[in-house]
T-cell receptor
Framework: TQLLEQSPQFLSIQEGENLTVYCNSS?????LQWYRQEPGEGPVLLVT?????EVKKLKRLTFQFGDARKDSSLHITAAQPGDTGLYLC??????????FGAGTQVVVTP | KAGVTQTPRYLIKTRGQQVTLSCSPI?????VSWYQQTPGQGLQFLFE???????NKGNFPGRFSGRQFSNSRSEMNVSTLELGDSALYLC??????????????FGPGTRLTVL
């Protein structure tokens, strides 16, 4: 059972559209990370959020950590083909174990 | 700082053989974790090493083993390869020196194909 549930599993959009992916859990996390992975490569860290309610912006990407530190979202504005990839979230639960979600596959077509 | 490096990047083996993969963490990082990634199962945790000691272990058979050297470099070994071992094997390093950090930095992975 995935402790971190990511949704949707797959998202296909046109260039210029906006998208949001979610990472949810019933557990509290001390911090949460978002990664993007391209085919055949390792995940690349995008951001770490640590404070409930925290919002971080990285150019066109906006990351939010829920107030209760159980969920997070990643919003991409005006998506570009270079945003295509598998988006993974990870977090450490109260037992000290690092958990990964199954990922959201995002495809942005020109 | 140089990132996490993994060698080799690609490997083709046949069933029954064994394989050793190598990982060099970011300089100064003492924790190395290994993951297996397949399309059907996603990222599956194999084990974590810290200061040459295995600290955590996932649910993989004993054919999967690892070790860490005094310079923090790590190796992972899979013996008696099976077709289902075909996967991308990822190594990730963490600092774990000043306080506790959850952030792992991944290498590019080793793509293992078992024929």
């Amino acid at each position: 059972t995935q402790l971190l549930e990511q949704s949707p599993q797959f998202l296909s959009i046109q260039e210029g559209e906006n998208l949001t992916v979610y990472c949810n859990s019933s557990s509290v996390f001390s911090s949460l990370q978002w990664y993007r992975q391209e085919p055949g490569e390792g995940p690349v860290l995008l951001v770490t959020v640590v404070t409930g309610g925290e919002v971080k912006k990285l150019k066109r990407l906006t990351f939010q950590f829920g107030d209760a530190r159980k969920d997070s979202s990643l919003h991409i504005t005006a998506a570009q083909p270079g945003d295509t990839g598998l988006y993974l979230c990870s977090g450490t639960d109260s037992w000290g174990k690092l958990q990964f979600g199954a990922g959201t596959q995002v495809v942005v077509t020109p | 700082k140089a990132g996490v490096t993994q060698t080799p990047r690609y490997l083709i083996k046949t069933r029954g053989q064994q394989v050793t993969l190598s990982c060099s963490p970011i300089s100064g990082h003492r924790s190395v974790s290994w993951y297996q990634q397949t399309p059907g199962q996603g990222l599956q945790f194999l084990f974590e090493y810290f200061s040459e000691t295995q600290r955590n272990k996932g649910n993989f058979p004993g054919r999967f083993s690892g070790r860490q050297f005094s310079n923090s470099r790590s190796e992972m070994n899979v013996s008696t390869l099976e077709l289902g071992d075909s996967a991308l094997y990822l190594c990730a390093s963490q600092s774990r020196t000043s306080g506790y950090t959850d952030t792992q930095y991944f290498g590019p992975g080793t793509r293992l194909t078992v024929l």
